[in-house]
């Protein structure tokens, strides 16, 4: 059986990072639909997966001429529209996390599936969190809504494949209770 390729569809690499993993619980932003997002971040490094998101932009800006044009008499040129592919050391300058990285920001309004190394699916929410390491599967489409136009990134699937610093400065119940209840905790 052949797969047919979908040429919207990228599936990152393996040193993706997660940010802003709201992969459990949809999340409403400035009051809109509640959604499941996440923030990918991409090594500059990883020039294959920045290479397919450019190629899926493409081909989503192609598949999109009909949406895209709306009333208008023309299609406007792709480096016109807002697209998802975003520059960390532009956008976030201040921000170590996304230094020398390209970022995307994906959602759904149906929860991701959520899988480990091995593809078994992870159900423990601890294990899913954001600056975890991990592989996503995104769609890009064209967007025309109230006269906003462009390329927008849907949230298919997340595969973790290892742990990392938490992103966020939250500690961990592991470091925050690793000494003994009995040390003065004054001291």
């Known amino acids: 059986m052949s797969k047919v390729a979908n040429p919207t569809k990228v599936?990152?690499?393996?040193?993706?990072?997660?940010s802003y993993a709201n992969v459990w619980d949809p999340k409403s932003i400035n009051g809109g639909t509640p959604k499941y997002s996440v923030s990918l971040i991409i090594p500059k490094s990883d020039v294959k997966?920045?290479?397919?998101?450019?190629?899926?932009?493409?081909?989503?800006?192609?598949?999109?001429?009909?949406?895209?044009?709306?009333?208008?008499?023309?299609?406007?040129?792709?480096?016109?529209?807002?697209?998802?592919?975003?520059?960390?050391d532009v956008e976030r300058p201040d921000d170590p996390t996304?230094?020398?990285?390209?970022?995307?920001?994906?959602?759904?309004?149906?929860?991701?599936?959520?899988?480990?190394?091995?593809?078994?699916?992870?159900?423990?929410?601890?294990?899913?969190?954001?600056?975890?390491?991990?592989?996503?599967?995104?769609?890009?489409?064209?967007f025309n809504s109230n006269g906003n136009r462009g390329i927008a990134c849907s949230l298919n699937n997340l595969q973790k494949i290892s742990d990392g610093e938490p992103l966020g400065g939250k500690s961990r119940a592991e470091d925050d209770f690793s000494t003994d209840p009995d040390d003065d905790f004054l001291s």
Do not use: C, H, M
Request: aromatic letters at 10%; proline letters at 5%.
């Open 98 to 142: 996304y230094a020398n990285a390209y970022f995307i920001n994906a959602n759904s309004a149906t929860a991701p599936g959520v899988v480990d190394a091995d593809r078994n699916p992870i159900f423990e929410r601890s294990e899913v969190y954001s600056g975890v390491y991990g592989r996503g599967s995104i769609s890009l489409y064209a």
């Open 11 to 18: 599936i990152t690499g393996p040193k993706t990072r997660w």
């Open 49 to 88: 997966t920045v290479a397919k998101i450019k190629a899926a932009i493409e081909a989503a800006y192609q598949e999109g001429q009909s949406k895209l044009k709306a009333n208008g008499k023309s299609v406007p040129a792709l480096s016109t529209l807002k697209t998802p592919l975003r520059d960390g």
